[in-house]
């Protein structure tokens, strides 16, 4: 070593080799992984700002190598400018010292880390098929019960339909009677009209009777607004459709019907008469638009 290269400092003597070697503090820190602070620090011959003395040294050594220079013979010429150490112990790689967080990363990670890396995507997994089967199963389920209803729907039809046939042939039993015998039937019919009565379930006012009425009852409605209705008879829908302001509908229920829902969706503009007379569903003058009404016929 020359005369003038034993005068430079340590720090002086980095910083040439890393200035003719082209590089920047930035390049540095890039290839060496030590933080950039440090390198000035050995630069400035400032080592108390480093993490330890056993650190200078390290890093002394792998700021030369990189630079094309000796890193054990620097630490030798310039043994007395450098703090001491309990150990001369040399670090060849500052990585074993300064991991950074990339090479923590890269870690390889065991097999049971690598299940606890994927737990969460397991249990979202997990939990995302169990709702799509509940999801199913209540489809199924529903499908099921509408199946069922269907079959209802259909035996009741078949009733109906064969309970009208017998009233139909019993009507024509009557009209071949003499006309004496009709005269009184229908004298005892207007009778029986003029007995109708609807009344309250109790204390309800969503539950009605109607008594007397007729053989195929006729129900009318009429709207003051715009309203949607729909009847239903013991089970089928009968009718639904929306009047207009003014608007007027007729119903005529099945035969020996039983039990007819009404469903009001403006329920307060909405007037209803059964066989002409009127059916006052709101007895306690409610202010609720929608309501459901059923009516037992007996």
């Known amino acids: 070593m020359s005369e003038n290269e034993e005068k430079l400092t340590i720090g002086t003597r980095l910083k040439q080799a890393r200035t003719t070697k082209g590089l920047t503090i930035d390049d540095l820190q890039q290839i060496t992984k030590i933080q950039k602070r440090y390198l000035i620090a050995i630069e400035d011959g400032e080592f108390d700002k480093l993490p330890g003395d056993f650190y200078v040294r390290a890093f002394i050594k792998q700021y030369a190598d990189t630079v094309d220079l000796d890193g054990n013979e620097l630490l030798e010429t310039y043994r007395d400018d450098l703090p001491k150490t309990e150990t001369e112990t040399i670090v060849k790689n500052v990585d074993e010292v300064q991991p950074t967080r990339t090479?923590?990363?890269?870690?390889?990670?065991?097999?049971?880390?690598?299940?606890?890396?994927?737990?969460?995507?397991?249990?979202?997994?997990?939990?995302?098929?169990?709702?799509?089967?509940?999801?199913?199963?209540?489809?199924?389920?529903?499908?099921?019960?509408?199946?069922?209803?269907?079959?209802?729907?259909?035996?009741?039809?078949?009733?109906s339909s064969s309970k009208a046939n017998s009233s139909s042939k019993l009507a024509s039993s009557k009209k071949a009677a003499s006309?004496?015998?009709?005269?009184?039937?229908?004298?005892?019919?207007k009778?029986?009209?003029?007995?109708?009565?609807?009344?309250?379930?109790?204390?309800?006012?969503?539950?009605?009777?109607?008594?007397?009425?007729?053989?195929?009852?006729?129900?009318?409605?009429?709207?003051?607004?715009?309203?949607?209705?729909?009847?239903?008879?013991?089970?089928?829908?009968?009718?639904?459709?929306?009047?207009?302001?003014?608007?007027?509908?007729?119903?005529?229920?099945?035969a020996n019907a039983k039990t007819v829902k009404f469903q009001f969706g403006n329920a307060t503009a909405t007037s209803v008469t059964i066989n002409g007379k009127k059916f006052n569903f709101n007895p306690k003058n409610s202010s609720s638009q929608v309501r459901t009404i059923t009516l037992t016929i007996k």
Do not use: C
Request: proline fraction near 3%.
């Open 103 to 159: 090479s923590s990363r890269e870690q390889p990670t065991s097999p049971a880390g690598r299940v606890r890396n994927y737990l969460p995507t397991i249990i979202v997994t997990a939990i995302v098929v169990i709702i799509l089967l509940f999801i199913w199963f209540m489809a199924v389920k529903t499908h099921a019960g509408a199946g069922s209803a269907t079959d209802s729907s259909s035996s009741t039809t078949e009733v």
């Open 179 to 189: 006309s004496s015998s009709a005269a009184k039937a229908s004298s005892e019919k």
């Open 191 to 254: 009778a029986k009209d003029d007995q109708q009565t609807i009344k309250a379930d109790g204390d309800s006012d969503t539950a009605y009777t109607l008594t007397n009425g007729a053989d195929k009852n006729k129900v009318s409605f009429k709207a003051s607004k715009a309203a949607w209705m729909a009847v239903t008879t013991d089970g089928t829908q009968t009718w639904q459709g929306t009047l207009t302001a003014n608007g007027t509908h007729d119903v005529t229920l099945p």
